[in-house]
């Protein structure tokens, strides 16, 4: 009595032991891929519902941090930005200059966008007196390309990224101008010096 494999000829056992294997591998990606749909079912999302539903009818693939750099870079090539009173205000009162927002700009990450107020949160160092220090720039962007430099500061906590409602409340008043006043040397109520400075 002869073996199957002996009858069947060679190529028709091979097609078959292929079939069998391109099956198997079958089976095994979609068990895996339904393993993957159900553990992202059940993973917290990174957005909360809230702020989906806020973002609803917003094309948020314009808004993607590669597209910000790029569209940042051109934009400072160019020359098409503005630096608004805002940001001219905290760089005199916290020590930074102009070039060193435009620096920021240039080798700087886009930590942040913020689709709804078309801004994003550009986070890069100047330095000051040999001592690097961390700058955070608001940026607003228009269609035609041209950039609105809304703000520019040193951050508290640098590696924190600002949320909405935070950059709503410190952009509140963009208009106002950071004020300041040069304290005299004199004698203060309640002080007995001789309105010198020690």
Same mark, same amino acid.
């Given at each position: 009595?002869?073996?199957?494999?002996?009858?069947?000829?060679?190529?028709?056992?091979?097609?078959l032991?292929?079939e069998?294997?391109?099956?198997?591998?079958?089976?095994?990606?979609?068990?895996?891929?339904?393993?993957?749909?159900a553990?992202?079912?059940?993973?917290?999302?990174?957005?909360?519902?809230?702020?989906?539903?806020?973002?609803?009818?917003?094309?948020?693939?314009?808004?993607?941090?590669?597209?910000?750099?790029?569209?940042?870079?051109d934009?400072?090539?160019?020359?098409?930005?503005?630096?608004?009173?805002?940001?001219?205000?905290?760089?005199? !009162?916290?020590?930074f200059?102009?070039?060193?927002?435009?620096?920021?700009?240039?080798?700087?990450?886009?930590?942040a966008?913020?689709?709804?107020?078309?801004?994003w949160?550009?986070?890069?160092?100047?330095?000051?007196?040999?001592?690097?220090?961390?700058l955070?720039?608001?940026?607003?962007?228009? !269609?035609?390309?041209?950039?609105?430099?809304?703000?520019?500061?040193?951050?508290?906590?640098?590696?924190?990224?600002?949320?909405?409602?935070?950059? !709503?409340?410190?952009?509140?008043?963009d208009?106002?101008?950071?004020?300041?006043?040069?304290?005299?040397?004199?004698?203060?109520?309640?002080?007995?010096?001789k309105?010198?400075?020690?």
């Open positions: 009595m002869t073996s199957p494999s002996s009858t069947m000829p060679l190529k028709v056992l091979q097609s032991r292929s069998l294997a391109r099956a198997e591998k079958r089976e095994r990606r979609d068990r895996r891929e339904a393993q993957a749909q553990a992202a079912k059940d993973r917290p999302k990174a957005v909360k519902p809230q702020r989906e539903k806020e973002l609803e009818g917003i094309d948020l693939n314009a808004h993607s941090l590669a597209r910000a750099h790029e569209r940042l870079r934009a400072v090539l160019f020359s098409r930005f503005d630096v608004k009173p805002h940001a001219v205000g905290h760089a005199r !009162a916290e020590g200059l102009e070039h060193d927002i435009i620096d920021v700009l240039m080798r700087g990450r886009v930590r966008v913020y689709p709804e107020e078309r801004r949160l550009v986070c890069g160092y100047f330095e000051a007196c040999r001592v690097r220090l961390p955070h720039v608001v940026v607003e962007h228009h !269609a035609d390309g041209w950039l609105d430099i809304v703000t520019a500061f040193v951050p508290k906590n640098p590696h924190h990224i600002i949320s909405r409602q935070r950059l !709503a409340v410190m952009l509140r008043y208009d106002e101008k950071i004020q300041a006043r040069t304290a005299v040397a004199g004698n203060r109520v309640g002080h007995r010096s309105g010198r400075w020690r």
